[in-house]
């Protein structure tokens, strides 16, 4: 038996016979290549496990584009699977942003496409598999498909010495029953940059370097809390957009496809360990070492006793500006259904699960406010594509009124933490018309109906 | 156990005269979380039984068994249990009859196993009046699996006197076994069945075995509540013919945890 979302996959593969013609664009020479292909992973010398990557390796390459230039990429599909790479973050037509429900074709088994579009906007951005894994949790995101992706900007977002990309993923999943008597992803193996803590190189510093980390959530699941012992982390931009407020905080959290921009001043020298704040996560491999230029000894951890994060502090403290026209609500109503304790939940928006989760067609150039109104029990990190969003509120309760006097301002997004039983809200301008995916970043929850396609009129 | 059939002493003439229906359980493989103490009471009625007293043994018929279970979470792959038995009877009052500890391991969940498997031994004492073998031991592999709506699990037991009257007679097989199914996320109904074929070194015939079904229905109002209650009946001449049973349990998270934990 097939998903619908298989069948859509299958369909968009017939799709793309029409769409890339052999030789077509065989005349453009591909400023990247990526090669999506089976490989053995070594987290470290105790773990070991088969999965897929880009080129080689997870995380896959580090691309930097200008924004604004265009660039050709060639993907070659190695498996016998079909495959869709998605630019996470970036405002792209439907037919290259990687969402086959959007139109995007799938590059057939061991088959090739050269994707050309121009970046934008510029910031931290992403790459990553947007295919389905179903009960297969060794497939997709679960598997070793994502990369780092940098659109450069005309100017820097702040001055540092040095840059790092991490990438934090969690491996070796099984479904065990959660705590509302469904099945849910857990795994056996966490890490940064596909390395257990310790089985990795060392993040190599020197003393009063100014350190940008460009931190990303690739898990399939699960949201990650993680602080970099003796020091505290400036955070700079979310998602790849600047903060209006850059804040210091003690520990970042990411949720699934999230991402955090943080300076770090390299004052305290020694050896520390830059990892996961829960202690379960952080013994099942999730960290890597700092090493200061001259320093030696077992790397060392502060364990912290809290879990500290709130979007609120980055936002504009003292707005100035005009406030924002008035937006059109959305409202959507999230949901799980119940399929048994062997299961996991299907999800359900407004009622009713993709593909048949619909809402009127959007109105281009309108400002619209997506109000998600969490009923369930699991926290989402909900992801609109090919747009960004700003968020306005935050975690207020189920049916709190819109008071746009005391809304954010100013927090650029395209991934917002929705936690349970409450509400959020973002809005966004409708300006880039076309198919356009909202869904739920978390891979179970997205294969189990939590998506939903909008329209233009 | 006294465990996880009522059948685990025995009630077969050609065996020596005792009783069980203290822990009326098919167990599944998932264990008391660790630093958390899982509360049982079970409640077993014979509303039909055994009506005379054999070889010192009081009858089986309208007693109330109250059992206290206590269950404390060791690591994420081991447990150990601890019961009491007590018995309630018209002319006998309310009697101590006796107690057992079980430790139990299981295949931890990250293994990834196709399903889930377990393994308890179970030690323990009873009072003469109400068994003459008065210590048992049991090994009980667990296997169980959920499938969508559908709940499976087998307890294939196995059992032994250690000092008694069938001291002699080896390892005997009582197995039982579950069939469950999610009406909805709170209500869950099923059948389990519960056996004891006797030695397995002379296994005797049908109607000396102890064969009983029980209808149950499982209510999940809360991850730390468990109610299970059922209505059994014995298919054979050695099995009471009619029990009522119901578990309560109330687990306890004595650990001190932090958001970090």
Not at chain 1, 168 to 196: F, Q, R
Request: glycine fraction near 8%; hydrophobic fraction near 40%; charged fraction near 20%.
């Amino acid at each position: 038996m097939i998903s619908r979302r298989d069948f859509l996959e299958r369909s968009a593969l017939i799709a793309l016979a029409g769409r890339f013609p052999s030789g077509a664009q065989a005349e453009v020479t591909p400023d990247y290549t990526l090669e999506i292909a089976d490989t053995t992973l070594e987290l470290s010398p105790r773990h070991r496990l088969r999965t897929t990557v880009y080129n080689g390796a997870a995380p896959g390459p580090v691309l930097r584009f200008r924004e604004g230039r265009a660039v050709t990429i060639e993907v070659t599909n190695r498996t016998e699977r079909a495959e869709i790479v998605h630019w996470h973050g970036l405002f792209l037509p439907t037919d290259v942003d990687g969402a086959m429900e959007e139109g995007t074709p799938m590059i057939p088994p061991r088959g090739t496409a050269r994707l050309t579009f121009t970046p934008r906007p510029a910031g931290f951005r992403w790459y990553h598999t947007h295919t389905s894994a179903m009960q297969d949790l060794t497939r997709a995101q679960y598997g070793g498909q994502h990369g780092f992706l940098l659109i450069e900007p005309s100017a820097d977002p702040g001055r540092y010495d040095r840059e790092f990309f991490l990438a934090l993923h969690d491996w070796s999943g099984y479904l065990a029953a959660n705590e509302d008597g469904a099945m849910n992803p857990s795994y056996a193996v966490s890490t940064i940059n596909g390395k257990v803590l310790g089985a990795g190189e060392p993040l190599r510093v020197k003393p009063s370097e100014r350190v940008l980390l460009h931190v990303l959530n690739s898990s399939p699941t699960e949201v990650h809390w993680v602080a970099l012992a003796g020091h505290a982390l400036q955070v700079i931009a979310l998602d790849g957009n600047a903060v209006p407020t850059p804040q210091t905080v003690p520990m970042l959290r990411l949720a699934p496809g999230e991402r955090v921009c943080a300076r770090v001043q390299m004052n305290n020298p020694g050896v520390w360990i830059l990892g996961e704040v829960r202690k379960h996560v952080h013994a099942a491999g999730m960290g890597i070492v700092v090493e200061y230029a001259g320093a030696s000894g077992t790397p060392r951890w502060q364990q912290p006793s809290k879990l500290l994060w709130s979007y609120e502090p980055f936002a504009e403290q003292h707005p100035a500006s005009e406030p924002p026209p008035e937006a059109t609500p959305i409202p959507l109503l999230i949901e799980s259904r119940f399929r048994g304790h062997g299961s996991m939940e299907a999800w359900l928006i407004n009622g009713k699960s993709y593909p048949d989760t619909s809402v009127t067609p959007l109105e281009s150039g309108r400002r619209y406010r997506l109000q998600f109104i969490n009923r369930s029990t699991d926290d989402h990190p909900l992801h609109l594509h090919r747009h960004s969003f700003e968020v306005r509120t935050v975690g207020a309760a189920i049916g709190s009124p819109f008071a746009p006097e005391t809304a954010l301002r100013g927090l650029k997004k395209d991934v917002v933490l929705v936690d349970a039983r409450t509400q959020t809200e973002v809005e966004f301008v409708a300006d880039n018309p076309g198919a356009t995916l909202m869904h739920c970043h978390q891979q179970n929850h997205m294969d189990l109906g939590f998506m939903l396609l909008l329209r233009y009129a | 156990m006294l465990a996880a059939a009522l059948l685990d002493l025995s009630l077969l003439p050609v065996l020596a005269n005792a009783q069980g229906n203290y822990e009326i359980q098919v167990y599944g493989s998932e264990l008391v979380p660790p630093q958390n103490l899982m509360v049982e009471l079970h409640s077993n009625y014979t509303v039909e039984g055994q009506t005379q007293t054999l070889d010192g043994v009081y009858p089986t018929q309208h007693q109330e068994h109250e059992t206290v279970e206590l269950t404390e979470g060791l690591t994420d792959w081991s447990e150990v249990g601890f019961y009491i038995f007590t018995s309630e009877q018209d002319g006998h009052g309310v009697q101590w009859v006796g107690d057992h500890i079980r430790p139990r391991v299981s295949v931890p969940q990250s293994w990834g196993w196709p399903v889930g498997v377990s393994v308890s031994t179970e030690i323990g004492f009873q009072r003469t009046a109400y068994s003459p073998d008065t210590w048992t031991w049991e090994i009980r592999p667990i296997i169980d699996k959920s499938i969508g709506r559908w709940y499976l699990a087998v307890n294939p037991a196995l059992e032994r006197t250690l000092h008694g009257p069938d001291v002699h007679q080896g390892w005997g097989f009582a197995p039982a076994l579950k069939v469950g199914y999610d009406f909805t996320q709170g209500v869950s109904g099923g059948i389990e069945y519960y056996a004891d074929y006797g030695p397995l070194n002379n296994i005797p015939p049908l109607h000396e075995q102890q064969q009983q079904l029980f209808l149950v229905t499982d209510l999940n109002v809360s991850p730390l509540w468990e109610l299970n209650i059922g209505v059994g009946v014995g298919a054979t001449r050695s099995t009471d013919h009619l029990i009522v049973k119901c578990i309560l349990g109330r687990r306890f998270d004595w650990g001190r945890h932090s958001a970090v934990d």
